[in-house]
Nanobody
């Protein structure tokens, strides 16, 4: 079992920035990928960004505004979110894949509002 702990959520005004962090109990060197998902109010959970040894990618709606990065030595993955919009308001989840299994964090609330 892999434990994930997210932090960094909160309330921010439109146009502002936040950085989400996710710490894995498993060494990042053993993980196939590290991702961020989000669940908007009343919507299904959606993929936001992924990083692995071979690939970094984003959902179109956040390209140019969000940056995913990882620190393998610290077993951390981050999501730098700039120019936040009200439609980014959601619960954000960290997800990692180890072998054939995926693991989720508990989620962190991000609210973009004036």
């Amino acid at each position: 079992q892999v434990q994930l702990v997210e932090s960094g959520g909160g309330l921010v005004e439109p146009g502002g920035s936040l950085t989400l962090s996710c710490e894995s109990s498993e060494s990042a060197f053993n993980l196939n990928s590290m991702s961020w998902f989000r669940q908007l109010p009343g919507k299904e959970r959606e993929w936001v960004a992924v990083t692995s040894d071979n690939r970094t990618d984003y959902i179109d709606s956040v390209k140019g505004r969000f940056t995913i990065s990882r620190d393998k030595a610290k077993n951390m993955v981050y999501l730098q979110m700039n120019n936040l919009k009200s439609e980014d308001t959601a619960v954000y989840y960290c997800r990692v894949v180890r072998g054939s299994y995926g693991y989720w964090g508990q989620g962190v609330q991000v609210t973009v509002s004036s």
